[in-house]
């Protein structure tokens, strides 16, 4: 199934020295929510094998994940026993506390290097200042970092500074994370601001003096247990449980499997790092990414662990300058350790052991994003880097199989009608032959329902209605087909007698019948025709005629007497929206947590809206959402099924809540968020698509300012204006001489619509598609790698 074993000596030796603790690759800007990370020269060579081959003498690589980059302290634990090894000691010594907590201690005065003030984050303006501090409470508990609020008196906007004294790799680090969450921000040099902020650089305005960054302070760590100091160490100190199965060992009371490690950052606080295995890691991360409770499909996480697992292989020492591999978050992925595991989860990790994604013989930068809303991008389109395997495709199956398990079918054969004033009497028809109305045809036609109602049929059908009604059939006269008469006999089926006479009086009469052949009326019949025209059931001619003395067709009979019927909801017909069908079952959403499955008849009458209209059908998909109306037999067969369109469609990724969006933003806000982008141009005044990727996203958006424009290009779209995705269309709101006051972006999908579609996945899978198939969907030209 995955090929050769060709080159199977270079990748066991590859892996081997992969595995080697000392071994981290250079850093480089990531993640599944960031950049593509450039490929590296010969950082795995992965031959392909076959299914369950598993390579001979490999090693599983570990990985650093960082738990915590910036901390003042750090609390260790375990319920069992508490290990700990310094500096890198391959021995671990028990200790005698199961709790611990970790401090950094300042060993040597701080030195000074004048030549770096370090960094801080700048983000785009608010319109107001309680915007902006609304986002300064959100960037605070994204970053636990300080938040000074600033005013800008070109852009009249309202910013924000976050942070002091961050190196540059820090700085950019908490950067991708405020764009993760749809936060703008940008680097600036606090030397630079200090020159900005002070025109006499030797103080401010407070007196303060601007200091340059200390460079690497020097610190020790310092361990506590109930008070007491149980140790000091000026290198790494790393923990570990007597028995992780039981007992694992926590940080801040999370447990974790593998060891955590926890060292003085050069910023003399503390980084916190969890180290473990690469498919602990990978346990760690799948259940956290894809929902097993809300997108519950095996294939779908066999998918998902096999993408973690090569992002990981191919990422690993992404942030080595910082002493570890990875990030928890969004950032590279989103890892909550051995608490946030499910049993489902696990089971895919476990049956795709050691299986990663492979290009040309190395592991594929494997991006995914949340909903793709219907397609996928060229990666050059949204990170400015073209990879040949992160291609834009369709988020669907092939369309020969797309939707073939999802159709339901019927024997019975449509109706032989070409007239369009008869189309919607079809279903009518249908509603009253599944109540078991008399000499209704099998297959209705044109000829058919527009000749004259023969008053035996009438008579039939109006002891059908009073058997429906709990009524006594009425009697009838030789005029019965006729709207008068017809008019006075199905309200007494209905009711028992004729209310109209009761609750009408003559002005009411005479109000309701406005046709223009209302005198032609005999007076014992006028009210109940009064009646049936105000409630909408019986419908004039187009020459506003009721024509009292001819005969009524069939197909205005049988119309009048459906409306009322269903009105009065005597014809049982209930509404529900649908899961995916299966076989020829109909699947109904239900309130109380378990699905309804009702068995579908060969036989069902099929109606499908198609524009305006409701229209028999042989055949009709279901999706899942579609808002159905059905009818069930005595045996509890679905007789009758009427189909609505989803409205989110059928690509694969319409599970999601965020299939569909949309979002009203002020040019206030708009400038507020891109001024500081767009500076020069004057105040924005509208925003214009300029072009659009493979898969219609917006790769260029021009600004159009009141003295120029810019343009914004690539994936910061999305994050600078903080919209859900970029795959969207953008419609105006105008003031009453024509100016633009607001813009409505509609979009789809949710993330940067690169590479795998998580939710798409679950939807392939619904659909029978094996995790070979959707890999191969999302991921051009890749092979599957058994790499130990």
Sequence with gaps: MYGSLTKKLSVALIIQLLGAPGLLFAQQEGGVGGRPRTVQPELVTAAPVSRGEQMPDMTEPTIRVALATSVPSAVISTTGRLLNGRGGSPTMVALEAARVRIEPRRLSPRSFDSGQDGYQLALAGAATREEAEETGQEVKRLTGEGVQITFDSETKSWGLLVGKGLS????????????DSGLDASLVSQSTKARALNAQPATNSKGVRFASRPS???????????????????????????????????????????????FANTRGTLT?????????????????????YSFPALEAFKAQAIAARTYALKNRGQFMSQGFDLLPTTRSQVYRGLSSENPLATRAVDETRGLILSYAGEPINALYTSTCGGRTEHSENIFNEALPYLRGHECAADSSRAFTQFTLKTTREPADVREEKHVSLLREVALL??????????????????????????????????RLARQTAPSVTEEVNRPPAFATALTTAVFGENRADTLLNTADVEYFLATRDATDVPAAHRASLAMLLRDGHLSVY???????????SRGRILR??????????????????????????????SGRGKDLILRVSPEVFLFRQIGEGLYPVRSVVLVGGEPVVYHLNSTGEVDFLEVRPAPDGAAADRFSQYANWTKQMSLGAIQARLGRRAAGIGSIVNLRVAARGSSQRVTDLEIVGTHGTAHLRGGKIRSALGLREQL???????????RVQALIFTGRGLGHGVGLCQVGAYGLARQGQTFEEILKTYYAGIELSRLY
């Design 216 to 262: 690497y302070p020097s610190r020790e760590l310092i361990a506590r247990a109930a008070k007491a100091n149980l140790f000091s160490s000026s290198a790494p100190v790393t923990f570990a449980s007597d028995n992780e199965t039981t007992a694992p060992v926590r940080y801040n009371d999370r447990p974790y499997r593998g060891r955590i490690e926890v």
């Design 272 to 292: 916190v790092v969890n180290e473990l295995g690469l498919e602990d890691y990978v346990r760690g991360v799948v259940a956290n990414e894809l929902s097993p």
């Design 542 to 552: 187009p020459d506003a005629t009721l024509r009292p003395r001819e005969p009524l």
């Design 433 to 466: 032959a599944v109540e078991n109305f008399g000499l209704l045809r099998t297959r209705v036609s044109d000829s058919w329902l527009a000749a004259d109602a023969p008053v035996g049929e009438v008579r039939s059908w109006l002891a059908s209605i009073a």
């Design 728 to 738: 969207f269309v953008i419609e105006r709101v105008y003031d009453d001489v024509g």
């Design 168 to 179: 540059q790799p820090e700085a950019e680090e908490m950067r991708a994370r405020l764009e």
């Design 560 to 589: 009048t007497i459906s409306r009322l019927l269903e009105s009065r909801n005597m014809l049982p017909l209930q509404k529900a929206l649908t899961r995916p069908a299966t076989g020829q079952q109909l699947i109904l959403r």
